[in-house]
C-alpha cells in the first residue's frame, strides 16, 4: 500500500492538467482512468494551446488557412 498526496479520478484533459500540475508543484501523484476506455475526438486543438502547451509545428497535420 502506497501513499499519495493527490488522487485524480478521470484521466481526460482536466483530470491530467490538474494531475500533472499537482506533480510539478513536488506532490505525488496518483492518476485513475477506467480500463479500455476509448477516446473519441476530432483531434482539433485552439491555437492558443500550441503556444501553452509549447507543441511543436511540426506535429500539426493540417491547419487552416491564415487570416488576412
Ligand atoms: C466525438 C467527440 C470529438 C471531440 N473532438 C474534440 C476535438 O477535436 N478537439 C477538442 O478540443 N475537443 C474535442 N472534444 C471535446 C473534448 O473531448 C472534451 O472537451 C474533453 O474531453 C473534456 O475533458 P475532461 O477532462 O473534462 O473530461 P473527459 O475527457 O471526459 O475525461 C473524464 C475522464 O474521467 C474518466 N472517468 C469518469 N468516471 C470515472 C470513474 N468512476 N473512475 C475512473 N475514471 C473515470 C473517464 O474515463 C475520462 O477519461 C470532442 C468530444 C467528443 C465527444
Redesign the pocket.
Known sequence: MKDFDVVV???????ATAAHEAAQRGQSVLL???DG?T????????PRLMRDFAIPESLLVAAPPARA
Open positions: 479520478v478521470g484521466g481526460g484533459p482536466a483530470g485513475l482512468d477506467r476506455r477516446k473519441p475526438c476530432g483531434g482539433a486543438i485552439p
